[in-house]
T-cell receptor, first 113, second 114 residues
């Protein structure tokens, strides 16, 4: 079936460095790709999304890149802070008209002081 | 706190018992979603409502599961004849119409079936 997956289960970075979290997707019909952050004991929190007709979108300290040729999505976090430590999930909506999100299995980001 | 709330936060039950969870979405959100999450995995979609109408259900939602949103506000998720495989975190989320990508999640209800 269609799936959204992540390359690395755990990413460890030094405080102040930039972080890059990668995700591969397989459903080319999706028209939105989204990144969520989940801290321990909490529900996922929306970070940023990107439409399938875009290849880059920037937010506050975060940038999402979409490469539809290789079905790859990445989240870049600038100047990573201890508060960024969490599990990050990419998700996709599966195509026009769908409202349910399909999540990947997550990457844990550990920020070392 | 005006975020999504869920009750209870934890539920321990014996196999075969019925359980019911409640979700209160953000008040102005007309869309409400249920997901299930197991350890180390991303949330898996179960079902969603627009106002009181249940518009989509996942194959994961077996006939032992039922969800309601009778007045278009809070929602309940009931699991009948629980099985050990039902042990998971059950997450509720809500969103504005037209902003379904930005779903606001509650803290979840952790279910343990003994």
């Amino acid at each position: 079936g269609e799936s959204v997956g992540l390359h690395l289960p755990t990413l460890s970075v030094q405080e102040g460095d930039n972080s890059i979290i990668n995700c591969a997707y397989s459903n080319s019909a999706s028209d939105y790709f989204i990144w969520y952050k989940q801290e321990s004991g909490k529900g996922p929190q929306f970070i940023i999304d990107i439409r399938s007709n875009m290849d880059k979108r920037q937010g506050q300290r975060v940038t999402v890149l979409l490469n539809k040729t290789v079905k790859h999505l990445s989240l870049q976090i600038a100047a990573t802070q201890p508060g960024d430590s969490a599990v990050y999930f990419c998700a996709e909506n599966g195509g026009t008209g769908r409202r349910a999100l399909t999540f990947g299995s997550g990457t844990r980001l550990q920020v070392q002081p | 706190d005006t975020g999504v709330s869920q009750d209870p936060r934890h539920k321990i039950t014996k196999r075969g018992q019925n359980v019911t969870f409640r979700c209160d979405p953000i008040s102005e959100h007309n869309r409400l979603y249920w997901y299930r999450q197991t350890l180390g995995q991303g949330p898996e979609f179960l079902t969603y409502f627009q106002n009181e109408a249940q518009l989509e259900k996942s194959r994961l939602l077996s006939d032992r599961f039922s969800a309601e949103r009778p007045k278009g506000s809070f929602s309940t998720l009931e699991i009948q004849r629980t099985e050990q495989g039902d042990s998971a975190m059950y997450l509720c989320a809500s969103s504005l119409e037209g902003r379904y990508n930005e779903q606001f999640f509650g803290p979840g209800t952790r279910l343990t079936v003994l």
